[in-house]
């Protein structure tokens, strides 16, 4: 019964072919091995198998399962060992084992029960405390094994798992493999060691993204084009193997000679004896040869020399088969080419003569030339071949230039302005209309009662509010001195300097066009006050609320608190995710049967607790180093704090999906924070901006939570006063994280 079946499969890259029209079967309990050279299509075809990249063109099945559309369950009855070591470095042996156990939903008994299985199998019992990172390339494989096989596979995936390690550790780790066998376990291995390809049960070997055979291994060694009809394969030592190989080449009747190890092996055709073939070789007197059964390498070269041919004739058809194919001639031999071994023999030189070394070597001046242009077209190199780092450098530089030059005012005008008019006769109304005739006041409303005024100040949506006393008009009538109450919310200290200046100077001008039509009837006065002296009609009486100093820090440091918390937790989040996809082990995790909204949950909550503890850190900072107290409720604002680090997780979580490195990350998240910075109103009034870059601001979520822990810390707000904010930073929250999930995909692209 075949437990793996591939049916012309492929996947291409682009342009590029990586598996083109590939199909076999695996019957269970076989060790397969594919083989081939690197770049051949190996790595490519294990992960279609696992369910981690999609296939381009035809299908397979695992278990039964498709793994196109069935991929999410195949991965809890196979196991994965890649080809690069993508554990954690960073965790011992033991902490590897047990995370792939609980990854897998092992019972804690089970977990138990499993672990000590591994640590016996692979004798990695007395390494438990040891760090990964710190074992040799032989315990590494042997710990990956380990965490493949934690939860019992069926099928087991090894791409190049001996890749790098001692011979030894080679001999061992597939001792290992062969008793994995023995217990039902079904291997998919890929390697390009013939070696290895002698232990596996079936094999196929793959070319240039192409299947080329597919067999038993002795069933490939007696394929007819492998050894024709009329040839005969020998083994030659001779004493120079690099001047017998290139004399063999051109020999008559030799169809093939390459190296194998230190020894020759040659196809020739019947009439060349053993006399024959020595007769050919230089020095043959010292030379012997033996007639041999050919081996898994002579297969593979000479079915890859055919397959290059037929593709460089144009014909790309694959040659697979399992059983013999009649009459089919070999490719033919190369022809012979030059030996890139020179004779290290050299004629005596002269006494007293200069070396021809000497006379080539090179100033140090011109060495250093030569290298300094090397190193200099080599970096020019890399930037053409990084878009992002050209994006970054050179466009997002024109747009930032130009929204900021446009967004950024120091001048403030229309202050949103809400009036309480008790008066509401025409002198009221006079006066309100010029508070909106200066550019610097703008009447956002008008209340009718105190709870209404309060609510437009603590809530933020008015930074100033004029209260009209309702004997406005018959004071000014009488010849009184009016006195009219102007609250400036004092948390913005720029903005209240500049309606404090604003409102007394509309005082006094407002005061003068009184007096003018007194000035002419002297002794008359325009108006006096409650004591009966002299005084100006009429007497503005501002009041600074929240802030009634105007410490820069009131300002600042709360709003340093949104700031910090998102810069920590997107560059956290961020790179987090993306130093496990540069790692491997996001690769790893593709394979293992965590959801995707699991594998995204239980990335960010750690982060989300310490991005909780940096934040109530920097309030303790703001109370106790700057002297800001909180006036509002704390534990609405703390709540509301976990609200927007979900959004600044979520940004992270963002910045992953687009970017496939740490440095493409870093240039994400800078772009993110600096407009988070200058357009939220951490420094500069968002209502000074220009109406485009103002709306621009409302997609910013460190905008809302910036007015939320103003208004709570300053103003004493609460849910009622900040409910649109809230609802806005909730929205933003589940906009980002849905577009984040929707594009993080657990499969490679």
Not at 22 to 47: C, E, Q
Not at 87 to 102: K, M, P, Q, T
Not at 204 to 211: A, D, H, K, M, V
Not at 295 to 302: A, H, K, M, P
Request: hydrophobic share 45%.
């Amino acid at each position: 019964m075949a437990v793996i079946e591939v049916r012309h499969l492929a996947r291409t890259f682009g342009d590029l072919v990586a598996v083109a029209d590939v199909s076999f079967d695996v019957p269970r309990g076989a060790i397969f091995g594919l083989l081939g050279p690197n770049g051949s299509g190996k790595s490519t075809i294990i992960r279609m198998l696992c369910g981690v990249l999609p296939p381009t063109a035809g299908g397979a099945t695992v278990l039964g399962y498709n793994v196109a559309t069935d991929a999410e369950l195949i991965k809890p009855r196979i196991g994965y060992m890649s080809q690069k070591f993508s554990l954690y470095a960073d965790l011992s042996v033991e902490e590897n084992i047990e995370f792939y156990g609980r990854i897998y939903g092992l019972s804690p008994e089970k977990l138990a029960e499993r672990r000590q299985a591994v640590l016996d199998l692979t004798s990695l019992g007395n390494r438990v405390t040891q760090l990964a990172g710190t074992l040799s390339g032989g315990w590494k494989q042997r710990l990956a094994l380990a965490c493949s096989l934690i939860h019992e596979p069926q099928v087991l995936f090894l791409d190049e798992p001996t890749a790098g390690i001692d011979p030894v550790a080679r001999r061992d780790l597939w001792d290992l493999l062969y008793r994995l066998a023995g217990e039902g376990v079904t291997l998919f291995v890929t390697t390009h060691y013939m070696d290895e390809a002698e232990r596996c049960t079936e094999m196929g070997y793959i070319y240039n993204s192409r299947l080329i055979c597919l067999g038993k291994p002795d069933d490939l060694k007696q394929r007819p084009e492998v050894t024709p009809a009329g040839t005969r394969r020998w083994e030659v030592d001779a004493i120079h193997p690099p001047e017998a190989l290139l004399a063999l080449r051109s020999a008559e009747g030799i169809r093939d000679a390459t190296f194998f190890g230190q020894k020759i092996h040659v196809l020739a055709n019947d009439s060349v004896g053993e006399r024959e073939l020595l007769g050919h070789i230089p020095q043959g007197e010292h030379a012997s040869a033996r007639e041999i059964a050919p081996t898994l390498e002579d297969v593979f070269v000479t079915l890859t020399r055919a397959a290059a041919e037929r593709q460089a004739n144009g014909n790309d058809t694959p040659v697979v088969a399992s059983k013999s194919r009649e009459g089919e001639a070999p490719a033919e031999p190369p022809g012979q080419v030059d030996s890139p071994l020179k004779s290290a023999r050299q004629e005596p030189r002269p006494p007293g003569t200069v070396s021809e070394d000497k006379r080539r070597e090179r100033p140090a001046s011109a060495r250093f030339g030569f290298g300094f242009l090397a190193i200099v077209l080599k970096e020019f190199a890399h930037i053409r071949r990084q878009p992002t780092t050209l994006f970054f450098m050179f466009a997002v530089p024109v747009v930032q230039t130009f929204i900021f030059g446009v967004a950024i005012q120091t001048e403030v005008e229309h202050i949103p302005t809400v009036i309480y008019d008790l008066d509401g006769r025409s002198h009221g109304r006079a006066l309100a209309d010029a508070f909106e005739n200066t550019s610097t006041f703008e009447i956002v409303g008008y209340v009718i009662n105190e709870d209404s005024f309060r609510r437009a100040l603590t809530s933020g949506r008015a930074k100033v509010g004029v209260c009209i006393p309702p004997n406005y008009t018959d004071q000014l009538v009488r010849g009184e001195q009016v006195q009219v109450q102007v609250l400036i919310d004092g948390s913005d200290s720029q903005v209240a300097t500049t309606a404090l200046q604003a409102t007394n100077l509309l005082g006094l001008n407002l005061s003068l066009a009184q007096t003018r039509p007194f000035a002419e009837t002297l002794p008359f006065v325009p108006a006096r006050n409650a004591a009966g002296r002299v005084a100006m009609p009429l007497e503005m009486r501002p009041r600074l609320l929240y802030n009634p100093n105007l410490e820069s820090s009131y300002f600042f440091v709360p709003g340093l608190v949104g700031i910090i918390l998102q810069l920590v937790t997107l560059f956290l989040t961020s790179f987090a995710i993306v130093r496990e996809r540069e790692m491997g082990t996001l690769e790893q995790l593709f394979v293992t049967p965590v959801s995707r909204t699991g594998l995204l949950a239980g990335k960010l909550v750690p982060y989300a607790a310490l991005g909780f503890g940096e934040m109530c850190l920097v309030l303790a900072v703001m109370v106790f180093g700057f002297g800001v107290p909180i006036r509002g409720d704390l534990w609405l604002l703390l709540g509301l704090s976990l609200l927007f680090l979900m959004c600044g997780l979520g940004l992270g979580l963002l910045v992953s999906t687009l970017a496939k490195s740490q440095l493409a990350a870093m240039q994400f998240a800078f772009l993110i924070m600096l407009p988070s910075v200058l357009l939220s109103g951490f420094v500069f009034p968002r209502s000074q901006m220009p109406f485009p870059i103002y709306v621009l601001s409302f997609g910013i979520p460190v905008t809302y939570f910036l007015e939320i822990l103003r208004g709570i810390v300053l103003r004493g707000a609460d849910f009622l006063d900040l409910w649109p904010q809230v609802l806005a930073l909730l929205g933003c929250g589940i906009s980002i994280f849905c577009l984040s999930v929707l594009r993080f995909q657990k499969q490679l692209t």
